[in-house]
């Protein structure tokens, strides 16, 4: 049996649907003509725990199930703090005053126009400090039959963790729909190609140059067109205060403070898989071959690629991320909490609301539950690149991101509320597979193909 996506058949995938901003107006779910009442979140009942999952302590039918919170989508959530109120951060990692849109909370996935197969491409992002993401295998699997749960069986936890990396080769499980290795962005000249002219045009072609280089003709007399490496500004600051702009340096570069002055650096592999089918819910896989032991595995999961966001030839930017040994060990000694327990995995991730005339935002205040506790659900400060949790904080910042640290592994799903004006909603309900001793990333309940914080500081 395939394996249970959703707490009910159309929240496969939680995502973004059409809708608009909200201010004081009763937020609209689903068909725009439909108007539910403000209880919505406060009186919704979770869906039974299905046949092939297992019960789970936090799960919940009614908020009669639940001690000191409330049932929201099916899993018990503490409301958030008395007085907050949830807005939305801009891309220029500003609060608005704007509400959330929750106009996709358990609403089936837009399947807009566009084309049926993309090319998938990215860095490797690196969620703290660590060695640059070079050599790292990237998977992109169909969510819905994606189940490693067909790992749990094995006898030792060394055996489930080389389950669980195989999945998907020698007919373990499912195949993926496409795997990549991860490259640096500089190449070697022996490593590009004798020219990228395009067939026997005076044009050049970029897709027959690595990931992050332009065919580009040189200057006389030679006039041939080559590969040519990303160009990089001169400084990467803003413009007022000690501040970089990732969005200023290429694909697999980062803004970094050198000396006086921030320049974009190389920090970052790269990574391009063919073939892989929009409107469809996705799950990716980053695990390291090479200096394993510096590297924990990275499961994504709500991965959605909308067709109208392709680019120019048929090309869909989605990082994938990694997570270093260093980050793994600091994070939960950050909130006094001993290290990850041996057989149990950590999910991180943001709260974005739904996609409408722009790409889904963070939203602030919301707090989190997940149907099999956590030992601990932790929130970050506004710096995007600050991954340092804040030990007394009991919902999301600015910039909407959480982790949830030393979680059972297996299948469990995660649910979250938000008060809007003085009444508290629901954002629905995640599944998310834990690994042991990796990193699953959620992102919900809006989505978007790619989107990265600009700031750095």
């Known amino acids: 049996m395939s394996r249970w996506i959703g707490h009910l058949l159309p929240l496969a995938v939680v995502m973004a649907t059409f809708g608009g901003c909200f201010s004081d107006a009763p937020l609209i779910i689903g068909d725009a003509d439909t108007v539910l009442p403000d209880v919505i979140g406060e009186e919704v009942d979770g869906a039974a725990v299905p046949p092939d999952k297992p019960a789970q302590p936090n799960a919940c039918e009614t908020s009669a199930d639940c001690t000191g919170s409330q049932c929201r989508s099916g899993v018990c959530v503490v409301d958030p703090p008395g007085s907050s109120v949830g807005v939305v951060t801009n891309t220029d990692n500003v609060a608005t005053e704007q509400a959330p849109n929750l106009a ?10 566009g084309p049926a197969t993309v090319t998938m491409f990215g860095a490797v992002a690196r969620f703290g400090n660590g060695n640059k993401t070079i050599d790292i295998q990237v998977d992109v699997f169909d969510a819905t039959t994606f ?5 749990e069986s094995r006898a030792t936890l060394e055996d489930r963790l080389q389950c669980y990396q195989d999945y998907g ?5 499912v195949a993926p729909l496409g795997t990549a290795l991860s490259e640096p962005v500089v190449r070697a000249p022996a490593e590009l190609p004798a020219s990228c002219q395009s067939g026997t045009t005076d044009e050049g072609d970029s897709s027959l140059c690595p990931i992050g280089y332009l065919c580009t003709k040189t200057a006389p007399p030679d ?4 590969c040519t490496p990303p160009e990089l500004p001169e400084s990467c600051q803003k413009p007022l205060g000690d501040e970089g702009d990732h969005s200023l340096c290429p694909l697999g570069y980062r803004c970094i403070e050198v000396g006086l002055d921030w320049h974009c650096l190389e920090q970052y592999g790269v990574y391009e898989v063919a073939g892989i089918p929009t409107n469809t819910p996705l799950v990716l896989r980053s695990r390291a071959t090479t200096f394993t032991n510096k590297w924990h595995d990275s499961y994504t999961f709500n991965v959605y690629l909308y067709a109208d966001q392709a680019e120019a030839g048929d090309r869909m930017h989605y990082d994938a991320t990694m997570v270093s040994e260093g980050q793994w060990r600091l994070t939960p000694n950050t909130v006094s909490l001993p290290p990850i327990g041996e057989g149990n995995g950590v999910i991180g991730g943001r709260v974005r609301d739904c996609r409408s005339d722009r790409d889904s935002w963070p939203i602030s205040q919301v707090a989190l539950g997940l149907a099999n506790p956590a030992a601990k659900i932790v929130f970050f400060n506004n710096l995007e690149d600050d ?14 991101r959480f982790a949830a640290l030393d979680v059972p592994a297996g299948w469990n799903a995660m649910s979250g509320s938000v008060r809007i004006g003085s009444d508290v909603f629901t954002l629905g309900a995640v599944d998310v597979y834990v690994f042991p001793d990796s990193l699953s990333l959620v992102t919900f309940p809006g989505l978007q193909p790619h989107w990265s914080q600009a700031l750095a500081q």
Request: proline share 13%; with cysteine.
């Open 169 to 173: 080769a020698d007919g373990l499980g």
């Open 147 to 151: 189940d490693p749960s067909i790992c």
């Open 387 to 400: 991954t340092v949790p804040l030990p007394d904080r009991d919902a999301t910042n600015i910039l909407g």
């Open 104 to 113: 996709c909370v358990e609403v089936a996935p837009a399947t807009p126009a």
């Open 223 to 226: 006039e041939t067109w080559a």
